[in-house]
C-alpha cells in the first residue's frame, strides 16, 4: 500500500465513521450560539461584560447550547469574514457586539435568512435582525447624583472619548444628577479621542485632578483614571464593569452592564421559535444595567438617595432628561414636564445648559 | 506655581516611555538596522515587568525582566534579519503582530491586577524645595535613568571607538567589513540594546505610569518612537527633545481642554503628529541633509563576501 491509497483509505474510513455517527449527533442537536468581540475578554470593560452574558446563557441552558465566541475581531471588512464564518458552521444566533459590526452583520444575515442575528448598539434591522442596547444614560444620572453629594472641591472632571450621541448623552446625565442634588457643581470635560489607550487616560485624569477635579468620571475603556484616583485620594465612578480592584477607596459605584438576562430570553426565543427581529434598550427598570455596591465611605443619607433616585428612573417615575430643560446656549428643547423622546436622545448633539466648554465637532 | 509643576511632571511621565523606546531604536538605525518590531518589543516589555514585578513584588527584578524580555524579541528578530537575511521591513512588522499577541497570551490572568506605587527619589531636604525640589529630586528611579541613557549614548558616539565602528558599520558595512569588523555581531549587540530599551519603555507604562496590565495598552507609541528616530535626524539630544516635545504638546492640550480653550479637540489631538510630519517634511526636502544624517546602510542585509 503507498501513501496515495492510504490516505484515500484513511479519508473513507474516516467519511464512514462520521456516517455511523452522524444519526446520533442529530438526535441531540444543541443550539449553536455565537458571538463576535470587539476587544480581548480580558479588557476587564465592554467585551468582558459581554463575556459574563456568554457564561449566563451557558449556565441557562447547559448541554441544550453550544458556544463560540471571536475575540479581537476588528470593525469593518475583517469583521465581515469572521461573522460569514460563524453562519456557515451553522450557527443558529449571533449576537455581534460593537457598532462597527453593524454594517457587516446586514451583509451576512441577507445572506442567511435562517439564521438569526443580534447586533448591539446599532440601529439599522431587518427580518432577521434585532439590535440591542442599554441606557447607560440612566445609570449615569444616579452616579451623577452620589458625585454631586461627595464632591468637595464642587468640580467633577469628566474623559471622554469622541463626540457621538452616546458620549454626550452621559455627560449631560451625569451632570443634571449632579446639578440636582448641588447646584454649584461645575463639569471639567477633556476628549481624548480614544477608546483605550491607558497611558493618554492617565495622562488626562491627571490633568483634571490638577486643576481641581475630585471626582472623575470616564466613558473610555480601561481602568486607568480608577487607578489614579486611588493614588491621588479622591473619587471615582467606574465604567462598564466594577473597578473596585483599582479603587478600594477610590470608587464611589460603578456603572456595570449586565448583558445576560437578554442573551438567555434571546437564545430562548431561537429555541421555541418565537424570535422576531426587535429592537430593545433596556436600562435599570429590565436590569441590563445596574449600579454595583456604593463604597462603604458614602454617607447613609447620599446612599439612600441614590437608591431612590435609581427606584425612580427604574419604575418610570423619574427621566434623567425632563423639562423645563435648555440646550448650553440657552434655547429651549424640553417643556415643563415634558420628557424627551428617545429618538431625540439617541441624536443628542450638544450640551445642556450650565456645562462649559464648546462640544468638538 | 502648584499647577505649572504638576503640568510640567505630567510632561515627564508621558515622555518618559518614548525616550527609551527611541534611545534603543536610534542606536539600531545607526548600526544599519530598521527593526519596526518597537510596538511588539515593548508590549512584551510591558507584560513582562508588571507580571515579574507583581509575582516578585520587586521593582528591580521586574524591570530587569522587562528588559531582558525585550531584548529576547530583539534577539529573534536578529537571527531572521542578520543570519538568515530575511527583509527587515516585513520581519520588524511581524516582530509587532507577534509581540502583540504573545503580550496578550502571556497576560490572560494579569488583568484586573495592579501594582502598588513605584518608588520615588526622595532627598531630605532636598526634594522638599519649593518648585525644584519635586522636579528635579523627587522623580522615580527610571526618569533619571532615561536621561542618563541618552547622555551615555551621545557621548558613546561622539567619544568612543565602539560608537565610532558602529557609525561605520551603519554607513558602509562593505568597507566596515574590510577593516575586519565583525558587522553581523556589532549589529546584533545594538539589536539587543534596542530591544532592552524599548521593553523598558513598555515596563515604565505597565508598571510606573498607570500601573496595571491591559492587551494592547502600547496603544501606538512603539510608532511614534520610531518617527522620533527620523525627526532627530539619529540625534539623541534630539530624540530627547522630540519625545518631551512630543510628551509636552499631549499633556498641555489635555490641560488646556480642562481650562475650557476654544480650540477643537480634535486639532489639539492632531497637534504631536502634525509637529512630527512638519519636520519630516523638513529634512527631507534638503536632499544633502537626508544623506548626511540618515546611516547609508540602512535597512540593508549584510552578507559577507565569500
Redesign the interface.
Known sequence: MNLKTLIKFAAVTAAVATMAVAPGAVQAKKLKVGFVYV??V???GWTYQHHQGLLAVKKAFGDKVETTHVE?VQEGPDSERVIQQLAQQGHDVIFTTSFGFMNPTLKVASRFPKVKFEHSTGYKRSKNVSTYNIRFYEGRYVAGVVAGKMTKSNTI?YIASFPIPEVIMGINAAYLGAKSVNPNVKF???????W?????E???A???V??GADVLFQHTD???AM?LAE?RNISAIGQASDMK??GRKAQLTALVNNWGPYYIARVKAVMDGSWKAQDTWGGLKSGMLTIAGLNDRVPADVKALAAKVQADIASGKLHPFTGPLEKQDGSMFLKSGEKISDKALSGMKFYVKGI???L?? | MDLVVNILLGIIVAATPLVFAAIGELVVEKSGVLNLGVEGMMIVGAIAGFSVTLESGNYLIGIVSAILAGALMALLFGFLTQTLLANQVATGLALTMFGLGLAALWGQSYSGKTADKFPKLDIPLLSDLPVVGKLVFGQDYLVYLSVALVLAVSWFFRKTRGGLIIRAIGENHEAAHAIGYPVVFYRYLALLFGGGCAGLGGAYLSVVQTPFWAEDMTAGRGWIALALVVFAAWRPGRALLGAYLFGGITILQLHSQGFGVKIEAQYLSMLPYLATIMVLVMISSDRMKVKLNAPACLAQSFRAAT
Not at chain 1, 471639567?188 to 480614544?194: A, G
Open positions: 476587544g480581548p480580558g479588557d476587564h479581537n472632571g471639567k470635560i477633556v476628549w481624548v479621542s480614544t483605550f489607550d491607558p497611558g493618554k492617565s495622562d488626562a491627571k490633568a483634571l490638577d486643576q480601561s481602568p486607568a487607578k493614588q480592584a483599582f462649559e466648554g464648546s468638538p465637532k
